[in-house]
């Protein structure tokens, strides 16, 4: 390796490691946000660019067929996040929906679903943008479709889940860790001054009261009518039996059809030819749009790995510190 090369990750490295300790252990609130800023307008864009975060994206052909008469799939692997819902990021989630839209030859989407849910804003948003397509959609639920993916997941004209296929997990969860005790027994105390007895209470050096608990369950329950909603609307049901299916638990595949929280126990090629059948299609194409793949040498991998674990846990880091996140979760 070349010397230059070294002494640029060796740079990139450090420069991580002392953001990471600097936003841990935390300074002065000027000093924080100083960091915050630096960190979310230089670093980051640059890492990302590194990354090739705005690399494009490829057209893979899963099965030949008539060009004007084409299902889409869309795929929702892991946990739902902000990735997934960036406009800037060529294959997100978002972005495959909207190329969905603006084509005429895609008769339906096929969303395949494998994720234990994510963000309450960002499970939202991939519903809205699949209602608001103007094209069929029809999943298939893989492993796991529990939470965000269920929610997700009401946008379908029809659901197929597989009968060890785990769903439901209907609700809405929220946590943020407290180390007061702890740090009252070893004799330190954080001491903050606020403008309002509410202003960014609780985090990691502090409990949080339960007036502000009180505001948050307020907030967590407004977002658990929402699913409520998706899920009335979505599968015709009634909202008492919403509410007595929703309490968190999941659901086999077998348990959601019997509930009728699902349609039907099927896999992807079972579903692609009821979809097929329903729309009258003879012999579609079928096509998922993918991030394009780049030759990359061992360690140009390694780098990328070892920069992106950084760049996501600084991201969360600055994160916490601010915000108490609402999940579709479980």
């Given amino acids: 390796m070349k010397l230059k090369t070294k002494k640029r990750l060796i740079a990139l490295a450090a420069s991580f490691v002392i953001i990471l300790l600097s936003i841990m252990f935390g300074q002065s609130a000027k000093q924080q946000e100083k960091e915050e800023s630096t960190l979310q307008n230089i670093n980051l864009s640059n890492v990302q660019s590194f990354l090739g975060k705005n690399s494009g994206a490829t057209t893979v052909v899963l099965a030949e067929g008539d060009e004007n008469n084409v299902i889409q799939k869309i795929t929702v692997e892991g946990e739902i996040g902000d990735e997934m819902i960036d406009e800037e990021i060529t294959n997100s989630i978002i972005n495959q ?165 699902i349609d039907k126990i099927g896999n992807e090629k079972d579903l692609i030819q009821y979809i097929k059948e329903e729309k009258g299609l003879t012999n579609p194409k079928i096509i998922e749009h993918r991030k394009a793949e780049k030759s990359t040498s061992f360690l140009d991998n390694l780098v990328s790995a070892f920069t992106k674990t950084l760049t996501q846990q600084v991201e969360t880091k600055v994160e916490e510190n601010n915000r108490v996140q609402l999940n579709y979760l479980g």
């Fill in 97 to 261: 929906i909207k190329y969905a839209k603006e084509d005429s030859n895609v008769k339906a989407i096929l969303l395949s679903v494998n994720t234990p849910g994510g963000g309450v804003y960002a499970s939202y948003e991939i519903y809205n943008a699949l209602k608001e397509s103007g094209k069929d959609v029809y999943v298939s639920m893989k492993h796991q479709a529990t939470s965000g993916g269920y929610y997700i997941s009401m946008a379908a004209k029809k659901i197929f889940a597989t009968d060890e296929t785990i769903t439901g997990s209907i609700g809405v969860i929220a946590s943020r860790l407290s180390a007061q005790q702890y740090l009252e027994e070893k004799g330190i105390k954080n001491q903050i001054i606020r403008s309002g007895e509410q202003k960014a209470v609780g985090g990691l050096t502090e409990d949080m009261p339960d007036s502000t608990i009180a505001i948050y369950k307020d907030i967590l329950m407004e977002s658990y009518e929402k699913f409520v909603d998706v899920i009335v609307e979505g599968r015709n049901m009634n909202r008492d039996n919403v509410y007595e299916l929703a309490d968190g638990r999941i659901y086999s595949g077998k348990q959601a059809v019997k509930n009728g929280l």
